[in-house]
């Protein structure tokens, strides 16, 4: 069977910049922050800033009595897939044809956190009948896949900060090879919680500048300490392109190439040299059939840690040689945070609406150049850019690495 044409015709979100797509856009080439302190933490825990979501009521989509069945995690998730459903204005559908695949890396973790402490000073006979249906990382496909009737395929990915690249990927190739017509492909997190911070702020991983919360995220910066820990959701939809042209869809883009690889090294740690990474994106430019020289922006990983951001460096200069340093690059987790299992996903959007606009949001906080992390990452403002094709790079712990190629509509 000839593999067929994939394209993007809807795009939602819900994240610290934003509850739409247009206002997270808005406030990205506006270089604006959506860092800031969380209140309330206990005082040991060493990292007290988060990008958090705000002015957000999910009783504005869903009714009240199933929406307090479902973990935060999931009202991201199946909110910003309302958006997008309703943004590629899909009323009429094969709902065998139509599938789900969600990413998340932990799922219910606020459910988890406040069932554990229920059972642990009240014991088990007052443990919510809702806790494994809220918690369980799968739950978010399920639900979506109710609330639109969707019967084709439907799974959830956990890759760590890949999950939702991963997913994207996925449901890419399902439709590319005929297994669904439309997939709603979605990723979402909300661990910004107290054990959460908690966990990260032992391994260390987490920025410390809590006196200054909208600088923390300085991805490529010679002085970044860590990430900043965020939450949110995203859903791109991606359709099969005569099925899309046939109904008349508004179409953003067409995804041509996904590569996923293990490092197979660290727990945490990056493959030396980003090796693991680099492969990925030579297996992306092989399956979207160009050359290095094709790409002219990618939206990087860039989480402000010191080992992610020099890995990822390399691994673009080991992919592109000379091109690397006349490719653009930008980090939208200077702004947003890291979403963890969501990234992959509000990211692609990101780059799907740089495809469209023809321009990139800036890297805020690049104040020191760091001499390992040499090219351009756009750290000035937002800027034009003619883009053809372009590319976001998600990688996760435990060694897993995705990258999804977008380009223009002919």
């Known amino acids: 069977m000839k593999p067929k044409k994939v394209v993007v015709t809807g795009l939602g979100t819900i994240n610290p910049l934003g509850n739409s797509v247009e206002e997270t856009w808005k406030n990205l080439c506006l270089g604006k922050s959506g860092i800031s302190r969380v209140e309330g933490l206990d005082t040991e825990i060493a990292s007290k800033i988060a990008g958090q979501v705000k002015n957000f009521d999910v009783f504005e989509y869903l009714d009240r009595k199933e929406a307090r069945k479902m973990d935060q995690y999931c009202h991201y998730a199946l909110v910003s897939a309302i958006q997008a459903m309703k943004d590629a204005d899909l009323d009429s559908i094969q709902h065998m044809k139509l599938g789900v695949i969600t990413g998340t890396g932990i799922g219910g973790m606020q459910t988890f956190e406040h069932q554990t402490a229920v059972f642990l000073q009240k014991g088990p006979r007052k443990v919510s009948p809702f806790f494994i249906p809220k918690m369980i990382s799968n739950i978010a496909a399920g639900r979506i896949a109710i609330h639109f009737n969707a019967r084709g395929i439907n799974f959830n990915i956990t890759s760590a900060c890949a999950s ?238 995705a990258v999804l190629i977008f380009k223009g509509i002919d």
């Open 164 to 401: 939702s690249a991963n997913a994207i990927g996925e449901a890419y190739r399902a439709i590319k090879f005929g297994a669904a017509d439309v997939v709603i492909a979605c990723g979402s997190e909300a661990a910004v919680t107290p054990f959460t911070l908690a966990g990260f702020s032992a391994m260390r991983a987490l920025s410390v500048r809590n006196d200054s919360p909208e600088t923390a995220s300085r991805p490529f910066d010679l002085e970044r300490d860590g990430f900043v820990l965020s939450e949110g959701g995203g859903t791109i939809i991606l359709e099969e392109y005569d099925h899309a042209k046939k109904r008349g869809a508004k179409i953003y883009a067409e995804m041509v190439g996904y590569g996923a690889t293990s490092d197979a090294f660290h727990i945490t740690m990056p493959a030396p040299n980003g090796a693991g990474g680099a492969q990925a994106m030579r297996n992306a430019l092989q399956d979207a059939n160009i050359q290095p020289q094709d790409i002219q922006y990618i939206n990087a990983h860039g989480t402000s840690t010191p080992l992610n951001d020099k890995c990822e460096t390399a691994a673009v200069k080991t992919v592109f040689g000379e091109h690397a340093y006349k490719l653009k690059i930008n980090s939208s987790k200077s702004m947003m945070g890291h979403t963890l299992g969501g990234a992959g996903a509000i990211e692609a959007m990101i780059l799907i609406k740089s495809i469209q606009e023809q321009k990139i949001h800036p890297t805020i906080n690049l104040f020191t150049p760091d001499p390992e992390c040499d090219l351009d990452y756009n750290p000035k403002k937002t800027i034009d850019l003619q883009i053809e094709y372009g590319m976001s790079n998600s990688f996760g712990f435990g060694g897993h690495n």
